[in-house]
């Protein structure tokens, strides 16, 4: 690409990702009520009255009108605006890491899969499959133009993810009869496996482990709460319930990956916490019963996003930081 024309491409690349952060806040918010993402237009969820184009541009829109509805003043979260920024940000830094090439495109469609992935999980306790299935997909397909070899490491990967993360459920149950993980983790796993190879997965599973324990303990020690309370049951009692039928689960066993890594450093706050790893939500009936989050349980999905971008970004950073034996083989290089 001729050099004067680079910035051009680049701004152009971040108005694209404020945009596709625009259309992943719409994602966000209907996906998990099982509504399309296509039709009808948005609207405002008091006055219903729908957003004029003028209001939907990314990030200026939610300035002009100060994160309130133009009709009726309602405020609109400042997750929209969040979401198109980093989505932007996010599209500059992979641009940063692979300049103009097929792995660029593989990072922006992967950043299009996990940004939602992670919101969605981290509000309501899901990961849902219409999200993850498709992910695994386009993160086989985006390989192939790499050749024959990144194609079945992506294959090797999505089984790996999905099988290692299997193990630590049925050893969790094993060790405390309890569902250990999120039924949706195994998937979020295979679709980081497909996209980033069974080479991430080691590095993927030790980074979200360490860095979400120690997210969760600082927020428990300071909230009391490692991760948000349930989803506020819908305010309208006419609503359809929402099509998931049981949150996944999340418990402070998460940490044993960790702990074949860094038991000293865990040890401690795993036997504290194993004390307070929730009830079976299946009771003697052999009913499923309402789920409802305990203060030590913490959505694991946007941990191990975050750990998926940190390999594919920041990789080689890490490894030229700290450039010894386990380093290597831990991050896969
Ligand atoms: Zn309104």
């Given at each position: 690409m001729p050099a004067p024309l680079e910035p051009v491409f680049v701004g152009f690349l971040f108005f694209a990702g404020l945009s596709i952060g625009s259309f992943l806040n719409v994602v966000i918010a209907r996906v998990p009520e099982g509504?399309?993402?296509?039709?009808p237009r948005s609207r405002c969820p008091k006055c219903e009255q729908p957003i004029a184009w003028y209001d939907n541009v990314p990030v200026v829109s939610w300035l002009v009108l100060r994160?309130?509805?133009?009709?009726?003043g309602t405020p609109i979260s400042p997750r929209y605006l969040l979401v198109e920024l980093l989505t932007g940000l996010l599209f500059l830094a992979a641009w940063a890491r692979f300049?103009?090439?097929?792995p660029l495109v593989l990072a922006l469609v992967l950043l299009t899969f996990l940004i939602p992935l992670t919101f969605i999980d981290a509000e309501r306790w899901i990961l849902p499959f219409e999200l993850t299935l498709p992910g695994i997909a386009f993160g086989l397909l985006v390989r192939i133009p790499l050749g024959l070899s990144p194609v079945l490491g992506g294959l090797k990967g999505a089984v790996l993810g999905y099988l290692v993360f299997r193990a630590l459920e049925f050893f969790g149950w094993l060790a405390f009869?309890?569902?250990?993980?999120?039924?949706?983790d195994k998937f979020l796993m295979a679709l980081i496996g497909a996209f980033l190879s069974w080479r991430a997965l080691l590095a993927v599973v030790f980074l979200s482990s360490l860095q979400g324990a120690l997210f969760g303990l600082a927020r428990l020690w300071l909230t009391g709460r490692a991760g948000p309370t349930a989803p506020e049951a819908s305010a309208d009692p006419q609503a359809p319930p929402p099509p998931e039928p049981a949150p996944p689960k999340m418990s402070w066993a998460f940490l044993a990956p960790g702990l074949s890594f860094g038991r000293r450093l865990l040890l401690v706050p795993y036997s504290v916490l194993l004390?307070?790893?929730?009830?079976?939500?299946?009771?003697e009936g052999g009913e499923e019963v309402e789920w409802t989050p305990e203060a030590t349980n913490l959505p694991f999905g946007p941990w191990l996003a975050a750990a998926a971008l940190e390999w594919l970004l920041l990789g080689p950073v890490m490894v030229d930081l700290l450039p010894v034996g386990p380093v290597r083989t831990v991050m896969g290089f």
């Open positions: 509504l399309s993402v296509v039709s994160g309130k509805c133009r009709g009726c300049g103009w090439d097929w009869r309890k569902e250990a993980l999120g039924a949706g004390q307070n790893i929730p009830d079976d939500p299946v009771d």
